[in-house]
């Protein structure tokens, strides 16, 4: 039996997103950007998706960009957001994507922003009081923070987080790469300036995402080179990745509250299991399910010196997860995210992610497997 519990990684794709993106593949193969019937064809085809996602979202699909992936949508919005809007200060938080943080950190080596990272309590929850005490000194500000962490799943309150920036005339940008087809995002609700997705994370292609852009922000595009995606983003579009983002979001938003009381089901379960049978065992983040991520469970292992091995022995035994552990001063690089929230180095963390696909018989497998690796060999 093969497990795989790392959809927080990448999800599977979805069969009725593959079948819509074959039927493109076969049937559409003209340059959007052409003038022919077989380009324009193809341009429908494209903004047909962009309202798909734009409708679901609660947007105009004027601004909806399709890009790469989350990580290009993470970069565009803050390297244009600062650059172009003047901004000098930012405000984010030790526990962001490296997306983000390494983004961030460049900029201000290059002197181009002063950087605030916030505080961060045990949990992984961020210091709203202190957001705002760094606004009042800095009110013109550049702020990004993520809805879910991707390690640990603690979610941030970003509709208070928005509200506390608007109140300021900050610049924010969330990266809800995590939360995207997960939870509901209503963007005529949300004062946001900048929005990110990935379609991999929701259980359609890799290779494609869409960055939000509010329409009363203006940026100069990322990448240049050409006048798509309204003059923002040069590149022919990615046009059956385009439609599988789409699809995926729409089947996800059809069914997300069965799936998420599954998917939450399967997480519960889990860790009652991992409490009863492996002996120290705890969890890393947000517990609460209001304000924890539902997809993904952070195990926090009993100190062993075969740490290094926990995850290579999971695979062995047929389970795909992921993790690690806390950096150990200067000699290993390790989790950042573990380390800001104070993670004892010594214990190993193994993220355990479940989608709709996931089923209790595997969570049983999994726990009979490490049962095994924790009791026999660690």
Excluded: W
Excluded at 158 to 166: N, P, Y
Excluded at 241 to 247: E, F, H, N, Q, R
Excluded at 266 to 294: C, T, W
């Amino acid at each position: 039996m093969r497990v795989y519990l790392d959809n927080a990684a990448t999800t599977a794709i979805d069969e009725q997103v593959l079948q819509e993106m074959m039927a493109v593949m076969r049937e559409n193969y003209g340059n959007p950007s052409s003038i022919h019937a077989d380009g324009r064809k193809v341009r429908t085809i494209i903004e047909k998706a962009r309202k798909k996602v734009a409708s679901l979202l609660n947007a105009s699909p004027a601004e909806i960009f399709f890009t790469s992936g989350g990580t290009e949508a993470d970069n565009t919005a803050i390297k244009r957001g600062i650059i172009d809007n003047e901004l000098t200060h930012a405000i984010s938080s030790p526990l962001e994507h490296h997306a983000v943080l390494h983004t961030l950190q460049e900029l201000e080596k290059a002197g181009t922003i002063s950087l605030a990272l916030l505080d961060v309590d045990a949990k992984g929850h961020i210091d709203l009081i202190q957001l705002e005490k760094l606004l009042q000194e800095n009110p013109r500000s550049f702020v990004s923070l993520m809805h879910a962490n991707n390690e640990i799943g603690t979610v941030t309150d970003i509709q208070k987080v928005s509200d506390i920036c608007a109140a300021y005339g900050a610049l924010f940008h969330t990266d809800t790469v995590q939360t995207m087809g997960h939870f509901v995002h209503d963007l005529s609700e949300l004062k946001v300036g900048f929005l990110a997705g990935a379609a991999h994370k929701f259980h359609g292609p890799k290779g494609v995402g869409f960055l939000y852009i509010n329409h009363e922000v203006k940026i100069k595009p990322f990448i240049n080179g050409g006048a798509q995606e309204r003059n923002m983003r040069g590149g022919t579009e990615n046009v059956y990745g385009i439609v599988g983002l789409a699809k995926a979001l729409e089947i996800a938003y059809e069914r997300m509250a069965e799936h998420r009381a599954y998917i939450q089901g399967l997480k519960d379960y889990m860790r009652k299991e991992l409490v009863q049978h492996i002996p120290g065992v705890s969890f890393n983040g947000e517990q609460a399910a209001d304000q924890s991520l539902y997809t993904v469970l952070n195990v926090s292992f009993p100190p062993t010196d075969l740490a290094d091995m926990l995850l290579f022995n999971l695979d062995i035994a047929g389970i795909s997860a992921s993790g690690g552990s806390a950096c150990s001063s200067g000699s290993n690089i390790g989790s950042h995210v573990l380390t800001a929230i104070g993670v004892d180095a010594n214990r190993p963390s193994v993220r355990f992610s479940f989608s709709k696909f996931n089923t209790k018989e595997e969570i049983d497998f999994t726990i009979s497997k490490l049962k095994e690796v924790c009791l026999e060999k660690v």
